[in-house]
Every structure is written in C-alpha cells, then in structure tokens.
C-alpha cells in the first residue's frame, strides 16, 4: 500500500486561489474560507469533505487510512499465533528495558544530533518510497516524515513491543506508517520496490550470519541505484570511545557488537553487493563512537 498524504492543497473554485491545508484524522470539514475572494466554499452534496472536491490530495479516509490500520491490527492478531520467529536481542538487551529505551537514548547520546544527521543523510524527496530496517520506537520515522510528508515510509521490525510503541507514537503525531514484523526471514518485499532505505542501531544486535543476510535482503528490495543508510556503533576513535562501550557489548551482547567496534559494518555492506562504501561521518557519545556508513545499489 502506498504512503498517506497528510497535506492538501485546495483550490478555490470561483477565483481558483489556493491554499494548503492539513488533513486531520477524526473530523469531516465541509466548508473553507478562500482566502483570495473571501467565499466560504462548501462542499457539493455528491462530495465528502473539501479534500475530496476540492483538494490535490482526498481525505485519509479515501486515502486508505482505514484500510491500512485495519491490516496493522490484523497482523497484531497474527503475532499471537505466530510461532516461527527467530530470538532476537531486545531493544537495551532485555526485553523488560524495552519501555525505557527512549529514555535512556536521551540520556546517554545526543538524540536530537545523532537523528537529524541521520535524515539529514537521507535526504528524503517527495514521492520517493523509503524504508526502515528496525523502525525501533518510530522516532527516525516521526523525523523523516514531518521533514518530507509527500514521501511513503514502510517499516520493519522483529519486536511486536516497540512496534506498539511506534504505533501510538506516530498515530498521535498524525503520521500513519506501514509498520510490519517479520520472523527474521525473508523481508515482506517483492524485489526493487524502494529507492532508498535506513537503519539506526540495529546491526550491533544481530550475529555475523543475521548481519550479512540482512543486507542482503536490504539490497534485494532496494531498486538499482537505491541508496543505503546505516547509523550505528563503529570503530572507537580514541581509547575512551573504546572503553565507555563495553558498557553496550555487556548490554548487547559481545558477539553481535564485536565486528562493530573492529569497524567492520562496510565490510558487510560491500559483500552484500553494496558500491561506493564510505563511512560519511560519526559523532562521539557517552558510550561510544556512533558511525553514518552509506552504499549504492548497483544499476542495472
């Protein structure tokens, strides 16, 4: 399913001015005042709302708002029954941690810094499809679609309890996002349906195995050309950086954050059959040496 439009632009059907309107969720508008030729505009009777007669984008509704909420709590339902997902290492390590992970983001790295530039990388444009791998809490989500609303944003995770999270949280900023789980399998994507995809501190939780096929699921649905953008855990740049992040291999595990803190990720983004590889950027936390990596979908 494509991506909702959360704003409309309506065109006055006597002196054709327009104007831009945000599409509420809960409410039908009927009427609007132009605000060229001063007209309150009302609807015509075979017409929901504004949007639908007189909008470049029709109300959530006819949108497929509806429709879409209806298949996430389809798939909550499947979750309960579902018996073939892989262990998987909570947000914070612990499953119990997982309501805090928020929490403790804000206070152990530099949110705000870390997540901008992340989107800042991505640079979304309207009309492009854009996925998340480990959408988490939904706050990457909550960013890139404030920043461009005219993008479609699909995500994935493994956990059903961040995925509640991210829910309410994005419902309650307006922002409805195709949030799905997956067994730790085969991505829920045909091949190249996306032009480009993002994940943020999700690889340090994964094993070797999990990391290689992960990206190369990333890459399979990526469309050529597609761009690839990773925050997460790299090589310490300093001896400090490397002693303060034992406190997130004894969270995380050493196993999985192991080929991070070697600065191995662009490795395995290279094998998955990644080009132009580059480690962009990275910002020294409380906890670690936080790294931006980037790659290319070969065109075909």
Known sequence: MPGLFFDSVLTCPVCGQQQVRRIPYNEQLNSFYCKGCECKITVPGDQCCIFCAFGSHKCLINQGWEKLEQKQ???KMKDHVHKTEKKFIPALGYDFLTAWY??????????????????????????????????GTGANLAIASSRSPNSSFFGLDIDPKVREIAFSKLKGKDILVELQLYNGDIFPYDDAVFDKAYSCLVFHQLDDETKAHCLREIYRVLK????????????????????????????????????????????YIREAGF??????????THIGTFCYYEGIKIEK
């Open 275 to 284: 080009t132009d590889v580059k480690q962009t950027g990275f910002i020294n």
């Open 102 to 135: 928020d929490a403790t983001i804000r206070i152990t790295m530099p949110e705000k810094k870390f997540r901008n530039e992340l989107i800042n990388r991505l640079k979304p444009e309207p009309l492009e499809q854009i996925f998340e791998f480990g959408y």
């Open 224 to 267: 050529p050309g597609g761009k690839l953008i990773i925050g997460d855990w790299g090589k310490a740049k300093n001896r400090w950086m490397r002693t303060v992040f034992y406190t997130v291999q004894l969270l995380d595990g050493f196993k999985t954050t192991t080929a991070n803190v070697k600065g191995l990720l662009p490795d």
């Open 73 to 75: 709590l389809i798939e």
